[in-house]
C-alpha cells in the first residue's frame, strides 16, 4: 500500500510558518519517491491564505475554517482534523517540532497508540518503512529510527527540508470542522505579548547571543547593538535567563529554542552541551570569552579569547567603520 | 566543584544519607563557601552561618524526632559536619559544637531536662558548649578545679575555663565541676552542670587569637559566686568524669569528620589549581612530582574518611570498643588533614602562602584536629591501651 | 487540592554523560538518575500550589524498579506518596505504550490536575503528557509558565508560553498540564522533608495490576533505533587572543569572507 502522508500545517499572523513549507516540501518528496500521496491540513479562523501558502507545496490541502480555534487552543481540533482523514487512508501524520506540533502529535498518538518518530532531522524510506534521523542527547550521537508499522507519526525539526514549491499549485478544499476536538479544548482568555519575547529566533539567519560573562541586563545592550548591526536577532544562554536578565523565550539550547542560522556569535557564553544543542547547526560559530578554557572553543570557527565589553564595541566600531559610517 | 566530590560508593549509604549528604553539600558549596574567607578575616562568630544552619534544620541532624530534631545516627551528622567543614572549617565546628555540647544531657538528662532544653537547640534558636577544660587541666583532667558547692538547693560555682569552643556566644554551657572533693578516686569527683550563660556570676574573661578557626570564638570563662539550681546536675553527683568520657566517644568522630572535610576541601582546590596552573608550558598536574602529591593526599583523605565512618557505624551499634573507634578515627583524621593541607599549600607553591587562595586558611583549621577533642597523644594512649587490652 | 505529578528518571544531563547502549537503547547505568528537569518544575509548581491551598501532592512513574530512588527526593521534596509502575516488560518501552501505562496509572488516582513534562531531557519527543491527555479524554494545557487553579469555581488557569509571550488559557479540572522551566526554580529537599520522606508511601504497581491491553503484542517495540552515529565533527577553529581592536579586525575580515557583512 503506497503512504498517504499527512501535513499538519501551522498558522503564524495568518501565513503559513516557514517550518509547515519545509515540512510540507519533504512529505512531498517522501510521497514521490513511494509512488504514494502527500496532503496537508490547515486548521485555523481564517485558513485561506494559508492553505494557499501551503498549496504551493502539495497538490491537495483540506482547509479548515474552525471559529473555535480562535478562542481556544489549537491543537484538539487540529488533532481531531487530522484524525478524521485517517479514513481517506492518511497513514503517516507529520507535525513540527513547535509547542503546538508536538502537542498535536501527541494527542494523536494518545488517541491512536501510533507510534512516534520525534525531532526528525531528515526522513527516507526504506523499504516500505520511513526511517528518520535525529539528533540526540543534547546533540552527542544521531539516530535512524522506524516504527515497524504501516503507520506512524513525526515531528520534524526546522531545517530537515529547504522549502521549495512544487511548481504547480496545489487544489484547497475547504471543509466544515469535524464537531468536537480530541479532548476538551482549553479556552484562550487572553493573549499577551511581551517585550522582548517576540523573536523568531528559529528562522533568524544571524544570532548574536549574551550568557553569564555579559552581566547583567544592561550587558544585552551591546548584544543587541551587535544583533542589529548584523541584521539578526538576540539570543541567550540559559544562564542569562536563569539570571533574569532576558525572558525565557530568548534562550537557546536544549531547554529553549534551537537555532541553526548562518552566523551564531556569541559573547559571555561558556558553551555548555546544554546549550550547544541548541545551536550546533549554526554554519559559522563565533565566541567571545575572557575564559581560554571555555568549552565553546570546542565548536567555535573564530574563538576570541578576551574582554566582550572591550571586544564587542571595537567589533562594533569596525564594522561600521567598513560600511563608511 | 559539583561534581569533584568524593566517589563515595552509594553501597555504604542509604539512600537517605546520600539524599542528606548531597543537601549539605549544596548549602555548603553555595551559602557557605563563598563566606569561608571573610569569616576567617573578620575572626566574628559568623552569625549568618548559624541562622543558615538552623533554617535548613542542619542542627537537628543528631536530635531525637521528639525533641524537633531529625533523629539521624551518628555517620548522618559526620556526613553533615565533613561537607560543611570543606567549605569552612569554622562552620563546620557550629555542628560539631553543638552536638557535642548536647551530648552529656541526651546520655545523662533526665527526661524533664531534656525536654526542657534539646528542643531550643535542635532548633538552633540556642547554643551549647562544653565547658571542661582550664588553665591546668587540658590532657589531664585530675588538675580540673572550678568547684560547685551545694547550698541548699543550688550549687555554687567558682573557678574558670580556658579554650572553650563558642562559650562567649552560647546560652548554655555544660560546666565539669568539682562537687566531691573528697571522693577516693579522682575520676568520681565531678560532675556535669549545665549553666544559662545569663546567670549572674559567668563572665567571659578574654576570647583568644588563634592560627586558625578563627571565626569561632574560643572563650575563657570565670565564675564568681554563680549560682544554679539543683535541677541542672546532669546524672549524679560523681558521674561528670565518666559523662565526659562517654561524651568523646561520640564527639571525637564530629571533629574527626571536621579534619577529613578539611583535607577534602584543600585537596580539591589543590587539584583544580594543578589543573589550572600551567608552568614549563603545561599544567602543573601533568607533572609527576605533583601527581605523586596529589595521590597520596587522595589516598591518605580517601583512608582517613572510610575509617571514620567505619567508626561510626561501629560506635552507633554499640561497639564495646567503641573509645577506640573514636580515637583511632580521629587520631587518623587529625594527621591526615595536617599532613594533605600542608602539601595542598606546597602544589600551590608561593601562592599557597598568600590568602587570594583557601589552603593557607585550610593548613591554619587542620592543625587545631589534632589538638582539642583530646590531643593525637592521648588519642594514641587510648588506642594502645585498647590495643594491649585485647591482645 | 489534589495533583499528581507524573515524573521519569533521567540520566542526569550535569554529569553529561548520556549515551545509547550496544542495545541501541539509553544506557540508565551510565549516570545517576535524577528527576527529568521539566517535571521537576511541575512538581515544584504543584507543591506552591498545595502550601497556599492546602491538599496534597502525589508522584507517578513509570520506571524500573530502581526509580524508587528519584522518587525518594520528590517525596523529600514535600510530595505525600508515590505510584511506581516498574514491570520488566516495559524495559526500553515506546511512547505509545508509555501513554497508555501512564494514563492507567493515573486514572487509578483522584486528582484535579495531572502534571508532566513538556519533554523530557532524555527522550525529547513532547508527546507523553498530551497523550496521556487523550487518552484520559481531558483537557491539556501544555507549555505551562503558571498555574492558577480556582478551586471553587472547579477550573484552571494557565500561561501558555507562546511566540510572542503568553497565552492565558482556562479549562475546567481535573485538566492535564505540560510544565516549562518557567514555573520556577525547584526547591532542594529540606533536611526534615528528606527524613519525613522515610515514612512516605510507595505504591508499586506492575502492568498486570493496571489490566487491560498496554503493551503492544509481539515481543519487540515497533519503534526502534537502527543505528546510532556520532554527530558530524566540525573543522577545527583558529583561536585568537589579541588587543581588542585587533582582535574586531580578524572578526570582521572573517564575517566579510563569508559575506554576513
Known amino acids: ?325 | 566543584m559539583t561534581h569533584n566530590g568524593p566517589i563515595l560508593g552509594s553501597t555504604r549509604l542509604t539512600e537517605e544519607q546520600l539524599l542528606l549528604r548531597e543537601a549539605v553539600r549544596v548549602l555548603a558549596d553555595e551559602r557557605v563557601a563563598p563566606r569561608a574567607a571573610a569569616i576567617d578575616r573578620e575572626a566574628e562568630f559568623p552569625e549568618d552561618m548559624r541562622q543558615l544552619l538552623a533554617e535548613h534544620d542542619v542542627f537537628a541532624i543528631p536530635f531525637a524526632e521528639r525533641h524537633g530534631g531529625l533523629g539521624a545516627d551518628l555517620l548522618t551528622l559526620v556526613l553533615a559536619i565533613e561537607q560543611l567543614s570543606r567549605a569552612c572549617a569554622t562552620t563546620g565546628l557550629l555542628l560539631a559544637v553543638q552536638s557535642l555540647g548536647a551530648i552529656p544531657i541526651q546520655i545523662a538528662g533526665t527526661e524533664e531536662q531534656q525536654d526542657r532544653w534539646l528542643p531550643g537547640l535542635a532548633s538552633g534558636e540556642k547554643l551549647i558548649a562544653f565547658g571542661l577544660t582550664e588553665p591546668d587541666a587540658g590532657s589531664d583532667p585530675s588538675g580540673i578545679r572550678t568547684r560547685a558547692v551545694r547550698d541548699g538547693d543550688e550549687y555554687v560555682i567558682d573557678g574558670g575555663k580556658r579554650f572553650i569552643s563558642h562559650a562567649s556566644v552560647a546560652d548554655y554551657v555544660v560546666v565539669f565541676a568539682v562537687t566531691n572533693p573528697e571522693a577516693e578516686k579522682p575520676s568520681r569527683r565531678l560532675s556535669a552542670i549545665l549553666v544559662e550563660t545569663d546567670r549572674p556570676g559567668f563572665k567571659v574573661a578574654r576570647i583568644e587569637h588563634k592560627m586558625g578557626l578563627r571565626g569561632s570564638p574560643t572563650a575563657e570563662l570565670a565564675f564568681d559566686g554563680l549560682r544554679v539550681p539543683v535541677g541542672n546536675r546532669l546524672g549524679e553527683e560523681g558521674h561528670g568524669f565518666a559523662i565526659a568520657m562517654q561524651t568523646f566517644e561520640r564527639s571525637r568522630p564530629g571533629i574527626a569528620a571536621q579534619a577529613v572535610g578539611i583535607a577534602q576541601g584543600a585537596l580539591e582546590a589543590a587539584a583544580a589549581y594543578a589543573n589550572q596552573r600551567k608552568q614549563f608550558g603545561r599544567p602543573i598536574g601533568e607533572l609527576q612530582m605533583i601527581q605523586a602529591l596529589l595521590a597520596d593526599m587522595d589516598a591518605a583523605t580517601e583512608a582517613a574518611r572510610h575509617l571514620l565512618y567505619t567508626a561510626c557505624d561501629e560506635i552507633e551499634a554499640g561497639n564495646t570498643h567503641a573509645a577506640r573507634w573514636a580515637a583511632i578515627a580521629k587520631l587518623v583524621a587529625g594527621d591526615t588533614a595536617m599532613r594533605v593541607t600542608t602539601d595542598a599549600v606546597q602544589v600551590f607553591g608561593g601562592y599557597g602562602y598568600i590568602d587570594e587562595y583557601p589552603v593557607e586558611r585550610m593548613m591554619r583549621d587542620a592543625k587545631i584536629t589534632q589538638l582539642y577533642e583530646g590531643t593525637q597523644q592521648i588519642q594514641r594512649l587510648i588506642v594502645a591501651r585498647s590495643l594491649l587490652a585485647r591482645s | 487540592m489534589r495533583i499528581l505529578v507524573m515524573t521519569k528518571p533521567v540520566p542526569d544531563p550535569a554529569a553529561n554523560a548520556e549515551r545509547l547502549g550496544p542495545d541501541l537503547r539509553l544506557d540508565r547505568a551510565a549516570s545517576p538518575s535524577v528527576v527529568n528537569g521539566n517535571d521537576e518544575y511541575g512538581l515544584e509548581a504543584a507543591l506552591q500550589l498545595v502550601e497556599r491551598l492546602g491538599g496534597e501532592v502525589a508522584i507517578l512513574t513509570m520506571a524500573p524498579a530502581a526509580g524508587v530512588e528519584t522518587m525518594r527526593k520528590a517525596l523529600a521534596m514535600g510530595a505525600m506518596r508515590g505510584v511506581l509502575v516498574a514491570d520488566d516488560a516495559l524495559a526500553g518501552a515506546d511512547i505509545p505504550t508509555t501513554i497508555r501505562v501512564l494514563a492507567a496509572a493515573a486514572a487509578t488516582q483522584e486528582f484535579d490536575l495531572l502534571l508532566g513534562g513538556l519533554d523530557t531531557s532524555d527522550g525529547a519527543g513532547g508527546a507523553v503528557t498530551a497523550g496521556v491527555a487523550a487518552r484520559l479524554g481531558l483537557p491539556l494545557l501544555s507549555a505551562a509558565a503558571l498555574i492558577e487553579p480556582d478551586e471553587a469555581g472547579r477550573t484552571v488557569r494557565v500561561r501558555r508560553l507562546s511566540a510572542k509571550g503568553y497565552d492565558v488559557l482556562q479549562a475546567p479540572m481535573p485538566a492535564v498540564i505540560s510544565c516549562t522551566q518557567v514555573l520556577g526554580t525547584p526547591r532542594y529537599p529540606s533536611l526534615k522533608g528528606i527524613m519525613a520522606a522515610r515514612s512516605r508511601q510507595i505504591t508499586t504497581l506492575s502492568v498486570a495490576d493496571l489490566g487491560g491491553d498496554l503493551l503492544p503484542g509481539g515481543g519487540q517495540w515497533p519503534s526502534r533505533v537502527l543505528g546510532v552515529q556520532p554527530p558530524p565533527s566540525r573543522a577545527a577553529g583558529r583561536t585568537i587572543t589579541a588587543a581588542p581592536a585587533d582582535a574586531a579586525r580578524e572578526i570582521a575580515d572573517f564575517l566579510a569572507e563569508r559575506r554576513l557583512i
Open chain 1, 1 to 325: 500500500m503506497p503512504p498517504t502522508l499527512l501535513v499538519i500545517g501551522e498558522v503564524a499572523d495568518g501565513h503559513l510558518t516557514k517550518l509547515s513549507a519545509e515540512i510540507a516540501t519533504l512529505a512531498a518528496g517522501l510521497a514521490g519517491s513511494s509512488g504514494g500521496t502527500a496532503l496537508g491540513l490547515i486548521v485555523d479562523a481564517a485558513p485561506d491564505g494559508a492553505a494557499a501558502e501551503l498549496a504551493a507545496y502539495l497538490p491537495r490541502v483540506v482547509s479548515v475554517a474552525s471559529a473555535a480555534a480562535a478562542d481556544e487552543v489549537w491543537a484538539p481540533h487540529a488533532a481531531a482534523e487530522a484524525r478524521r482523514l485517517l479514513d481517506e487512508g492518511v497513514t503517516h501524520v507529520l507535525a513540527g517540532v513547535t509547542n503546538d506540533g508536538r502537542d498535536v502529535a501527541g494527542l494523536l498518538c494518545g488517541a491512536l497508540g501510533w507510534g512516534v518518530l520525534a525531532n526528525a532531522a531528515g526522513a527516507t524510506w526504506e523499504g516500505e518503512r520511513l526511517v528518520v534521523e535525529a539528533v540526540v542527547l543534547a546533540g552527542k550521537a544521531i539516530t535512524r529510527s522506524t516504527v515497524d508499522a504501516p503507520s506512524a507519526i513525526v515531528t520534524v525539526t526546522p531545517g530537515a527540508a529547504d522549502a521549495v514549491g512544487s511548481g504547480a499549485p496545489g487544489r484547497v478544499e475547504s471543509r466544515e470542522p469535524a464537531g468536537s476536538p480530541v479532548v476538551p479544548a482549553a479556552r484562550v482568555l487572553e493573549r499577551v505579548a511581551e517585550a522582548g519575547a517576540e523573536a523568531s529566533l528559529e528562522e533568524a539567519n544571524v544570532v548574536v547571543v549574551g550568557g553569564r560573562g555579559v552581566g547583567g541586563p544592561e550587558g544585552f545592550e551591546l548584544v543587541d547593538e551587535l544583533a542589529g548591526l548584523l541584521g539578526g536577532v538576540t539570543g541567550a544562554s540559559r544562564a542569562a535567563v536563569d539570571a533574569g536578565w532576558i525572558p525565557y523565550a530568548r534562550q537557546i539550547g536544549q531547554t529553549g529554542k534551537v537555532v541553526r542560522p548562518a552566523l551564531y556569535l556569541s559573547l559571555g557564553v561558556s558553551g555548555a552541551m546544554q546549550h550547544r544543542a541548541g545551536m550546533q547547526g549554526s554554519q559559522n560559530v563565533i565566541a567571545i570569552n575572557r575564559d581560554p578554557d571555555a568549552p565553546v572553543a570546542e565548536i567555535a570557527d573564530l574563538f576570541v579569547v578576551g574582554d566582550l565589553f572591550a571586544v564587542g564595541p571595537a567589533l562594533s566600531a569596525e564594522i561600521r567603520a567598513r560600511r563608511g559610517g
